[in-house]
């Protein structure tokens, strides 16, 4: 028997090939796993883009108000008015929304949970509302402060 020594290749070994595949495969499961199903994915697109709309909407109210109605001068009376405006706008998406998913719900009770009706109101409606009753609670404690 002759003890030869053992040469290095440059040729990976047979039974590191399928190492590599399985790998992946267990990756791929991975991603699968982690991926939300696609009823989650929707939701989440669709509160990102009711953000973004009833942002656009308190922007454009925004704008309306300063662009028509506010004087040349803004003052404590005109800066809550621009304020008003703003929410206004916010406002007025939410409840847009919030009617959009209670009509959808009438048609078809399982495309609208009850965590997204509730969610729907009281973020885009009654939080800009509350918002807007602070602000002026604010205000009116300035002013009075501010007359005497």
Do not use: K, Q
């Not at 440059?10 to 595949?21: E, F, H, I, L, Q």
């Not at 703003?86 to 009770?109: E, H, K, M």
Request: charged residues 15%; hydrophobic residues 55%; aromatic residues 10%.
């Amino acid at each position: 028997m002759s003890s030869r020594t053992p040469r290095r290749s440059r040729r990976p070994a047979a039974s590191s090939t399928p190492a590599v595949p399985a790998a992946l495969a267990e990756a791929a499961d991975i991603v699968i796993n982690a991926t939300p199903p696609a009823a989650a994915r929707r939701t989440a697109t669709g509160l990102l883009l009711r953000f973004i709309s009833c942002g656009v909407l308190a922007l454009s109210f925004g704008a309306v108000w300063r662009f028509t109605l506010a004087p040349a001068v803004i003052g404590p009376a005109s800066a809550f008015a621009g304020i008003f405006f703003l929410l206004l706008g916010f406002i007025a998406g939410g409840i847009t929304w919030y009617l959009r998913d209670a009509r959808r719900r009438r048609v078809d009770p399982d495309s609208v949970s009850d965590e997204r009706l509730v969610f729907s109101f009281i973020v885009f409606a009654v939080m800009p509302f509350a918002v807007l009753l602070l602000v002026g609670l604010v205000w009116l404690v300035a002013l009075l402060i501010g007359a005497s």
